[in-house]
């Protein structure tokens, strides 16, 4: 079977493959300031998944001058992938949002505006304003999605149903955008058969899928959790073997956008396999070669 690999995508939209520059906005989350809990979803970092944003808050184009730094030695490309990662970043008034995603947009070196947030921070005027940028330049929305099993959303402390990511993805194609999800494989009591089914859920209403390992960082309620042995993590032949019968039952025109993720390893205390990201690469094409998964569109 063919997949789309995101690297594909980029060379044939736009002519070259992109780097993200990942930006912080300077917002929070329903899940921290009280709105639905305050302690977030207990693998998160006090960082909002934005351990790799530019530290300077304030000033949104000193971010991406840095973050072109920071990529400077990887690409010769004048495009970039514009990432709001950290936190909720439509968890805002529209007034704040409108100038903010307007300064990234409307700058030339940036060919994409990528924003990260929840499902059930889209209200209509978020939607109104992210269909005025979307005629612009393209705009991809990254859901936090996980799983699709509601019991497992609730003991990770999601704070929404599946049906509130359905009803977002599908509101932000009819507008679009395109939809990003992100899945995270290994999270506590789920089995090969739970996730495979997140997939296929997944598949049904993405433009694209990121996959992620279940990584231990200090200072989440995770890390108890794991320290009292009531959890367990995928073993790496786990986790590729349970990623490429994912991967099979993904409709072929998603884009595939993160085979796997490595964690600030700063924090991060388990599994220590996944700190080896060329590695752990490097066997997933393995895999992939003796179960006949082809990396690329078919010609």
């Known amino acids: 079977m063919y997949i789309n690999m995101l690297s594909d995508y980029l060379k044939n939209t736009f002519g070259e493959k992109l780097y993200r520059i990942s930006l912080d906005g300077n917002m929070t989350c329903p899940n921290r300031d009280g709105k639905i809990d305050t302690r977030g979803c207990i693998f998160c970092s006090d960082k909002g998944s934005g351990e790799f944003s530019s530290p300077v808050i304030n000033n949104i184009d000193l971010q991406i001058n840095k973050g072109k730094e920071l990529v400077s030695h990887k690409t010769k490309s004048n495009q970039f992938i514009g990432y709001f990662q950290s936190f909720t970043n ?50 991809w929305v990254e859901l936090g999605l996980q799983t699709s099993n509601d019991n497992t959303a609730e003991f990770i402390r999601r704070g929404y149903k599946r049906e509130v990511y359905v009803e977002a993805a599908k509101n932000l194609r009819a507008i679009g955008c395109k939809v990003i999800t992100h899945l995270i494989l290994g999270l506590p009591f789920e089995n090969k058969q739970d996730m495979v089914e997140s997939a296929r859920f997944a598949g049904k209403f993405s433009d694209g899928i990121k996959f992620h390992m279940l990584f ?84």
């Open 90 to 139: 439509t968890y805002a008034p529209v007034e704040y949002l409108k100038p903010l995603f307007y300064s990234v947009i409307n700058r030339d070196d940036i060919a994409v505006l990528s924003i990260a947030t929840r499902p059930d921070c889209l209200g209509d005027d978020v939607l109104d304003l992210l269909k005025e940028l979307n005629e612009i330049k393209p705009v």
């Open 216 to 299: 231990i960082n200090h200072n989440t309620d995770l890390e108890a959790l794991y320290y009292n042995n009531e959890i367990t993590l995928l073993s790496r032949e786990e986790y590729i073997d349970i990623l490429c019968e994912c991967i099979r039952n993904i409709p072929p025109n998603v884009v595939i956008h993160r085979l796997t993720g490595d964690g600030d390893k700063r924090k991060l205390i388990a599994p220590l396999w996944t700190s080896s990201k060329k590695k752990v690469l490097r066997e997933i094409n393995n895999a992939f070669v003796d179960r006949n998964i082809i990396q690329g569109e078919k010609l």
